[in-house]
């Protein structure tokens, strides 16, 4: 169960996401079903992909796919997370992962 205060967090934004319509949502559906304007593989950012196994948003095998197609892409896939709860369980964690990955990024590892 969500906390209350997450909850009501949760209910804000999404009613503040929608106040001037729905075009954001709406693309974000497009993009299931169009070709996103670019390939997986030529991604080089760092990328961490985060994905429950409980959601019922989206499906488990959803981001196992999409962490195998982008290169070095790190798969955090948690059976017992869902949609929800895996932000409010797991935000320390993704927060520590993004840090690190930042660092990473800006200081790369150099061949001796």
């Given at each position: 169960?969500?906390s209350?205060?997450?909850?009501e967090?949760?209910?804000t934004?999404?009613?503040r996401a929608?106040?001037?319509g729905i075009a954001g949502?709406?693309?974000?559906d497009?993009a299931f ?7 997986l593989?030529?991604i ?9 196994g ?5 499906p488990?095998?959803h981001?196992a796919?999409?962490?195998?197609h982008i290169?070095?892409?790190?798969a955090?896939l ?6 929800l709860?895996?932000?409010?369980n797991k935000?320390?964690d993704?927060l ?5 990955m ?6 790369p590892a150099r061949a001796?």
């Amino acid at each position: 169960m969500l906390s209350g205060g997450y909850a009501e967090y949760m209910a804000t934004s999404l009613s503040r996401a929608v106040s001037t319509g729905i075009a954001g949502w709406r693309d974000d559906d497009i993009a299931f079903v169009t070709p996103w304007g670019f390939d997986l593989p030529s991604i080089q950012t760092p990328v961490a992909v985060w994905q429950g196994g409980e959601d019922r948003m989206v499906p488990l095998a959803h981001g196992a796919w999409l962490a195998g197609h982008i290169p070095g892409a790190e798969a955090h896939l948690l059976p017992d997370e869902g949609h929800l709860s895996l932000a409010l369980n797991k935000i320390g964690d993704v927060l520590d992962g993004l840090l690190a990955m930042g660092e990473a990024a800006a200081h790369p590892a150099r061949a001796s």
